[in-house]
Structure formats: C-alpha cells, structure tokens
C-alpha cells in the first residue's frame, strides 16, 4: 500500500533550527510537496523536490533522496509564527497526491 | 498568479438541506479540480477528482450521490451536499491543477460546514 510517515508533534525554540522528516512508499513517484497548514486554514505551498538533493528558499529549505524514500523540511531562524503543521505529499504515478498526516510545530519562546 | 477561491467560507444548515460550495481558479485554467475534507487534527481526505466536462472520480468510501461534483467549466467546480446531516460537518478544501508541468495543486480557503 501507500504510506506516507512523519513525525505527529515536534517543539522547538524561537531562532532555532527545525528539521521534519518524511519517509514514504507509494506507486511511483512525481514528486513531493511539503506544505504548510495552520489551525483552521488551507494549506500554503512550500517547497517541491523531485530530483535528490536540497532546494532552498529563504528560511526553509528541502532536502529530498528518492533511492531511499525520505524527505525533510528545514526550518532556520525560527519565528513563532512558524507554529504551525506541515504536511508531506507526495504524487503518485497518477499525480495524485498522497498526503501524510502532517507534524505539528510548536515554537517556544 | 495562481489564484483559487472558495464560497462561502463558512456555512450553518440544518439537518436534511443541502449546501454548494464553489471553487474558482481565478487566474487560470484548471484542468482538473480536486476536493478534500478535513476533520480536526487530521490530514487531507481526498474525496473525488475532477476534470472538466467529465465526470468526476469520487475516492473508496465517498458516496458520490451524496457529494455532487460539477466541473462545468476551466475555472469552476462545485460540490453540493445533498441532504446533509451533523456527522457531515467538516473542512472542505478544493484545489486546482493545471499550471504547470508538475501538476501542482493550488488551493483555495476552504469552507467550514455546520449542520446543526
């Protein structure tokens, strides 16, 4: 079946650095999404890897390896309105996106 | 650019009426339109996918006489809940695919139903 894992709740400290990982298994791979969501709010893009390696954008940046299905998301200079879940997607062989359950970031003063 | 809506934004029925929700991509032409919902403290549900002048597919699980999909047009899809009851209370997110390359979904704000 299709799987994708992350961590349920991470804390972390304002300036800190942050790293959420995500491991998955699915029917083929279109690339993964990592994306943004706070309580109450639809989810706002990230970031998109669909080679290996580490893109980055401003304070976050995202870090993909296909061979052994894993991402993560790096978040840097930690503000409090970082506090928030973020979702790792991935797209299928259809392009659908399969979604994991998200990580909810908790940033402490 | 890249722009999706939804209306309304919240929503209180009551039991047995049914509520449409739209979903506009507002700066282009969406090829396919997707529906999720969402129960608190939980990931996405994809419902049912959508393209335009075609049926949708509605997802295992998801009555799809229920759940109405139109996707009349490249920027509009609506979901209707039919006869909607209080378990049908949720987050209703859309979103739309038709960019660029690498199908990437973008999505509006969502709509918060209550059915009392």
């Known amino acids: 079946g299709q799987n994708i894992d992350q961590p349920t709740e991470m804390t972390a400290t304002e300036g800190a650095i942050v790293q959420i990982n995500c491991t998955y298994q699915?029917?083929?791979?279109?690339?993964l999404f990592w994306y943004q969501q706070h309580a109450g709010e639809a989810p706002t893009f990230l970031s998109y890897?669909?080679l290996d390696g580490l893109e980055e954008k401003g304070r976050f940046s995202s870090f993909l390896s296909r061979s052994k299905g894993y991402s993560y998301l790096l978040l840097k200079e930690l503000q409090m309105k970082d506090s928030a879940s973020y979702l790792c997607?991935?797209?299928?062989?259809?392009?659908?996106?399969?979604w994991g359950a998200g990580t909810k970031l908790i940033i402490k003063p | 650019g890249a722009v999706v809506s939804q209306h309304p934004s919240r929503v209180i029925c009551k039991s047995g009426t049914s509520v449409k929700i739209e979903c506009r991509s507002l700066?282009?032409?969406?090829?396919?339109m997707f529906w999720y919902r969402q129960f608190p403290k939980k990931s996405l549900m994809l419902m049912a996918t959508?393209?335009?002048?075609?049926?949708?597919?509605?997802e295992q699980g998801v009555e799809k006489d229920k759940f109405l999909i139109n996707h009349a047009s490249l920027t509009l899809s609506t979901l209707t809940v039919t006869s909607a009851h209080p378990e049908d209370s949720s987050f209703y997110i859309c979103?739309?695919?038709?960019?660029?390359?690498?199908?990437?979904?973008?999505f509006g704000p969502g709509t918060r139903l209550t059915v009392l």
């Open positions: 979103s739309a695919a038709g960019v660029n390359s690498y199908n990437e979904q973008f």
């Open positions: 700066d282009f032409q969406a090829t396919t």
């Open positions: 959508s393209n335009e002048g075609s049926k949708a597919t509605y």
């Open positions: 699915t029917s083929g791979f279109n690339g």
């Open positions: 890897n669909v």
């Open positions: 997607a991935v797209q299928d062989s259809n392009y659908q996106l399969i």
